[in-house]
C-alpha cells in the first residue's frame, strides 16, 4: 500500500499548464456578388431567382437581395418578379445589380420562350419523392419499404418505382380518371391516414406537380431523357455576424442536353451543425451560436455543399503580426481570420524535440541528442533536424508499417503464404528507402502479374480474391472513399450511384488466379476475359473511372488502364488523399477526418489547404519526403498544445497542436528505449522493434491492448489512439512496464555508479519527457528520497510515475 501511494504521488507531479492570450476589431464593406453569375432561361416554364451578398473587408458577408436595387432594359429579354428572372422573349439582355455604391451586371439568354415541355416522371416527379422524403431509408426507401409501398432508395431505380406507383394497385396509387383521388396524393397532403403524416399541402408546387402529371395520364418518359450532370449551390459560402443573421442559397441544375434549370425548391438541404447554422427546406440558412457548419443540397444522384462561419456580431478582433513559415502556415491563417482566432505559440525547443523525433522515427531522442539540439543556438536547427531525421532508416520502418496498414501485409491461410508477406513487405521497404515516387509504387501493385514471390507486389489480390472488395479497398486507400453503400443502392450521403460502383468493380473482373510449381504460390494474371453484371439492369457494365468517363480497356489489362488514371494527375482525388493522409499522421487528424471517409458530408476543414498540398505533391513527382519537409517546417504544425482565449474551443482548424497519444508500436518502443530492454516479436530476431512487425496477424498483449491493426481491413479505424481503461490498468499492474523496469540497466548502472537522486531524476525525465525536472517535481523526488531508503525502490518507483504519466504516453 505504501508503494502504492508513493507511485501515485510521483505520477501526480506531470501537468500540462496554459497560456491565455486576449483578442480584440471591425470590417468594412468591400465586395457585392450576385449569384449566379450568368442565367439562361430555356422554355417558358424556365426562371431564375437571384441571390445577392456583400462581403465586408473582416471577411463577414451579408445576404443584402431584398436591399438591392434591379434594372433592366424595357426590351429585356426577361421580366422580374420579385428577385426571381421569367423569360419574356427569345433573345439576350443584361441586368444590373445596384447595392450602395457597387454595381454587377449579369449576362441574360433566353430561348425557346415558346415551349411549355410536358412534366417528365423522372425529372420532375421523382425529385418531388426525394424532397418530400418519401424515398429515404426511414420512409417507403427502406428495403422492405413501408405499410405495403416500397420506393427505391433515393431514386437509384425510377423505373422500378414506376411500376409500383402506377402497376401495383392499380387505379389506388394512381387515379388517372380523378387525380385528386389518386392515394398518392390522398397521404401526401394528409386527407388520409398516413404514417409518415402530411408532407406538403394542396398549395404546394409539389401537390400540383404531381396532380398534373396523374391527370396527363402519369405516363412514363420516352426515348432518352437527359440527365443531371452537375449541381452547384450559390453562394459559395458565407461568414454570418451574430445570431440571427441570414443567407438564402438558391440550386443550379445542369443536365446533359446542356440546359440548366433552377431546383432550389427540389433540393433537399441539411446541415452538420445546426447549432450554429440551420438551415430550412426553402434553402434559409439562420446564424446560430459561434461555429462553422457544412451545408448541403442533394439533387438526384448529387450532393454539393458550402461551408458557413458564425462569429459573434460584437466581437472585436485584431489579426497579430505572425508571420507565416510557409504556404501552408498562410492558408490555415487564411481560415483562421475568418474564424475570429488567434493561432497559439510555436511550442518550445523541448516539446518540438519529442514531437519531431516520435512523428518521423517512431522513437525518442536520445539524452545526447537532447543536449546537443538545446545547446545549438543556429535559428535554422529545426529545419536542419527535420532533414536528418527524414533520411534515418528508422522514417522508413515507420512509413513501411503505415503503408502496410493500408495494404493489408499480413499472412491469410490459403491465400497469403508467409513467405510471400515477407517478400510483399521487403518489396515495400525496398520502394519507401529509395524514395520512389509514390505514384510509381502505386502502379507497380495495382498492375501487378506474376508469381507471388517471384513478383511481390501480386501478394495484394491474394489479401482479397472477391472483385467487388478489392474495388472497394483500392477506392477507399487511393482516394479516400467509402463506396460500399452504392453497392446496393445509390450512395445516401455522396454522389456515388450503383452505376459508379459496378463501373469502378469491372475493372477487376478479369482477375486470374491459379496454382504454380510450388504450391505456396499463386500466380497472378489478366484473364483477359469476364465482366460486372448490373443487378438492377442485369446488363454487363463497362469500366469506368470514379468520377471520371467510362474508360478505353479493349485489348488491354484493365488494371493497368485504371491504375495509370488513378496514380495521375487525372485523377483529382489521389494526390489530396495521400497528403491528407500524411498531414493526418503529423497532426493527429486529417484535413478530412477521416481520412478515408472523404464524401460531400464530411467536408475538408480547409479545402484550399488540401488543394494546395495535393498540387504540390503532384509537382514534386510524389516526392513523399519533400511533402514530410514542407508540413513539419510549418509554424501550424509547431504550434504549442497551450489554447489561448480565442482558440480554447478549437478542435479542428490546426490553431493549436492536439495532445496525441502514442500508437501501439512506437509507444512499445519508447517504453522499450528509455528502459534499454529488449523485445521478441514472432519472425524477428530479439532486439527488432515493434514497427518492424512484418506481419498484421502478430501481436502481443501489449500492442493488441493499445491498439494495433490486424490489417484485416485497410480502413484507417483499425489503428485505435483512444486511450481507455484497460491500457490505464495494464500500464499501472500489467508485466510490461513493471517488468522492463525491473530488468532495465538504466537503474542498475545508476545504482552501481552511485548517482545521487537529483540527477537520476534529471536523466530518467530527459529520457522519458526530453525535458528538465522542474523545481517542483525536485523538490518532491528529493523529499521522498529522503523517506525511502531503499534506492532501488525508490528509483524504479520513479522510472514507472513517468512512464505512467499522461506526458509520456502522449505526443505534445
Same mark, same amino acid.
Given at each position: ?11 501526480? !507531479?506531470?501537468?500540462? =499548464?496554459?497560456?491565455? $492570450? ?26 431564375? &431567382? ?7 473587408? /473582416?471577411?463577414?458577408?451579408? /445576404? ?25 422573349? #427569345? ?6 445589380? +445596384? ?38 431509408? @426511414? ?71 404531381? +396532380? ?6 402519369? %405516363? ?38 446542356? =440546359? ?196 511481390? &507486389? ?63 504460390? *499463386? ?17 454487363? $457494365? ?53 481520412? /478515408?471517409?472523404?464524401?460531400? =458530408? ?10 494546395? !498540398? ?36 478549437? !478542435?479542428? #482548424? ?71 481503461? @484497460? ?15 525491473? *530488468?532495465?540497466?538504466? %537503474? ?18 530527459? +529520457? ?6 522542474? /523545481? ?27 512512464? #505512467? ?8
Amino acid at each position: 500500500m505504501r508503494r502504492h501511494s508513493h507511485r501515485i504521488a510521483l505520477l501526480a !507531479l506531470v501537468a500540462l =499548464t496554459a497560456a491565455p $492570450v486576449t483578442v480584440a476589431t471591425a470590417a468594412e464593406p468591400a465586395k457585392l456578388f450576385v449569384f449566379p453569375e450568368s442565367v439562361d432561361l430555356t422554355t417558358g416554364a424556365d426562371r431564375q &431567382p437571384l441571390v445577392v451578398q456583400v462581403e465586408y473587408a /473582416d471577411g463577414v458577408t451579408r /445576404d443584402v437581395t431584398a436591399e438591392a436595387k434591379f434594372e433592366l432594359p424595357s426590351d429585356a429579354c426577361a421580366s422580374l418578379e420579385d428577385t426571381t428572372l421569367h423569360p419574356s422573349r #427569345n433573345g439576350e439582355s443584361t441586368l444590373k445589380v +445596384r447595392y450602395k455604391k457597387l454595381t454587377r451586371e449579369i449576362p441574360i439568354k433566353a430561348s425557346r420562350v415558346e415551349s411549355h415541355p410536358d412534366l417528365s416522371f423522372r425529372l420532375d416527379v421523382m425529385p418531388v419523392f426525394m424532397k418530400s422524403g418519401c424515398n429515404m431509408g @426511414s420512409c417507403h426507401g427502406a428495403a422492405r419499404g413501408k405499410d405495403g409501398f416500397r420506393l427505391s432508395l433515393f431514386g437509384f431505380d425510377p423505373e422500378g418505382d414506376y411500376y409500383r406507383l402506377t402497376r401495383e394497385l392499380a387505379g389506388r396509387r394512381i387515379n388517372v380518371a380523378s387525380p385528386e383521388r389518386s392515394m398518392l396524393l390522398e397521404k401526401s397532403v394528409g386527407a388520409v391516414s398516413h404514417t409518415g403524416g402530411q408532407r406538403f399541402d394542396e398549395q404546394s408546387e409539389y401537390y400540383e406537380t404531381l +396532380r398534373r402529371w396523374v391527370a396527363s395520364g402519369a %405516363v412514363n418518359d420516352t426515348g432518352e431523357v437527359a440527365t443531371c450532370t452537375e449541381v452547384e449551390v450559390f453562394p459559395p459560402g458565407g461568414v454570418l455576424a451574430g445570431k440571427g443573421a441570414a443567407q438564402k442559397l438558391i440550386v443550379r441544375a445542369t443536365y446533359s442536353d446542356g =440546359t440548366d434549370r433552377d431546383v432550389t425548391n427540389l433540393a433537399y438541404f441539411m446541415t452538420n451543425n445546426e447549432t450554429s447554422a440551420a438551415v430550412s427546406q426553402s434553402g434559409q440558412v439562420t446564424a446560430g451560436e459561434r461555429g462553422e457548419a457544412f451545408v448541403t443540397a442533394r439533387f438526384g444522384t448529387h450532393t454539393v455543399g458550402v461551408p458557413f462561419i458564425v462569429v459573434p456580431e460584437d466581437q472585436s478582433f485584431e489579426w497579430p503580426g505572425i508571420e507565416p513559415s510557409n504556404y501552408i502556415d498562410e492558408l490555415v491563417h487564411a481560415k483562421l481570420k475568418n474564424l475570429r482566432m488567434t493561432p497559439s505559440e510555436v511550442c518550445t525547443d523541448e516539446e518540438f524535440l519529442r514531437r519531431v523525433h516520435l512523428d518521423i522515427i517512431g522513437r525518442l531522442p536520445a539524452p545526447e541528442e537532447y543536449e546537443r539540439f538545446l545547446a545549438n543556438k543556429n535559428p535554422d536547427k529545426r529545419a536542419k533536424l527535420i532533414d536528418e531525421l527524414i533520411e534515418q532508416k528508422e522514417f522508413v520502418e515507420l512509413w513501411v508499417m503505415k503503408w502496410a496498414e493500408l495494404l493489408q501485409v499480413r499472412t491469410v491461410r490459403n491465400r497469403v503464404d508467409p513467405k510471400g508477406m515477407l517478400l510483399y513487405h521487403a518489396w515495400l521497404k525496398e520502394r519507401i528507402a529509395g524514395n520512389v515516387p509514390i505514384d510509381q509504387m502505386v502502379r507497380e501493385m495495382l498492375s501487378a502479374n506474376g508469381g507471388t514471390f517471384e513478383n511481390p &507486389p501480386t501478394n495484394y489480390y491474394q489479401a482479397e480474391q472477391d472483385s467487388l472488395k478489392v474495388a472497394e479497398n483500392v477506392a477507399q486507400v487511393f482516394m479516400g472513399m467509402r463506396i460500399q453503400c452504392a453497392q446496393c443502392h445509390n450512395h445516401p450521403f455522396d454522389r456515388w450511384t450503383m452505376d459508379d460502383y459496378y463501373g469502378f468493380s469491372a475493372f477487376f473482373s478479369q482477375i486470374g488466379r491459379k496454382r504454380s510449381d510450388d504450391p505456396r504460390q *499463386q500466380i497472378i494474371y489478366n484473364r483477359g476475359g469476364g465482366d460486372v453484371k448490373h443487378p438492377v439492369t442485369k446488363k454487363n $457494365v463497362a469500366p469506368q473511372f470514379l468520377g471520371g468517363a467510362v474508360a478505353d480497356v479493349k485489348g488491354k489489362d484493365r488494371r493497368k488502364v485504371l491504375a495509370d488514371w488513378l496514380a495521375s494527375p487525372d485523377n483529382p482525388y489521389f494526390a489530396k488523399n495521400l497528403a491528407n493522409i500524411v498531414w493526418a499522421h503529423f497532426l493527429g487528424r486529417g484535413i478530412i477526418d477521416p481520412v /478515408d471517409d472523404v464524401r460531400v =458530408t464530411n467536408p475538408a476543414v480547409n479545402q484550399p489547404l488540401l488543394d494546395e !498540398l495535393g498540387e504540390r505533391f503532384t509537382k514534386t513527382g510524389y516526392d513523399f519526403k519533400e511533402l514530410v519537409r514542407d508540413i513539419c517546417n510549418s509554424r501550424t504544425y509547431q504550434l504549442s498544445t497551450r489554447s489561448n482565449d480565442s482558440n480554447a474551443s478549437d !478542435l479542428s #482548424n490546426f490553431s493549436h497542436a492536439h495532445v496525441r497519444r502514442m500508437r501501439a508500436e512506437v509507444l512499445l518502443d519508447s517504453v522499450t528505449q528509455v528502459t534499454e530492454t529488449s523485445d521478441k516479436f514472432s519472425g524477428l530476431p530479439a532486439g527488432a522493434r515493434a514497427v518492424q512487425i512484418p506481419d498484421g496477424n502478430t501481436s502481443t498483449y501489449f500492442l493488441t491492448t493499445f491498439g494495433r491493426a490486424s490489417r484485416e481491413t485497410p480502413c484507417s479505424c483499425e489503428v485505435k489512439t483512444e486511450p481507455n481503461l @484497460s491500457q490505464a490498468l495494464h500500464m499501472l499492474n500489467g508485466n510490461t512496464i513493471d517488468g522492463k523496469i525491473r *530488468q532495465s540497466s538504466v %537503474v542498475k548502472q545508476a545504482l552501481a555508479d552511485k548517482v545521487e537522486p537529483k540527477e537520476f531524476l534529471r536523466d530518467i525525465t530527459i +529520457r522519458c519527457l526530453v525535458r528538465e525536472p522542474t /523545481d517542483k517535481e525536485t523538490e518532491r523526488f528529493l523529499a521522498e528520497a529522503e523517506q525511502l531508503e531503499d534506492r532501488r525502490a525508490l528509483y524504479e518507483d520513479a522510472f514507472w510515475a513517468l512512464l #505512467n504519466s499522461r506526458e509520456f504516453l502522449f505526443i505534445q
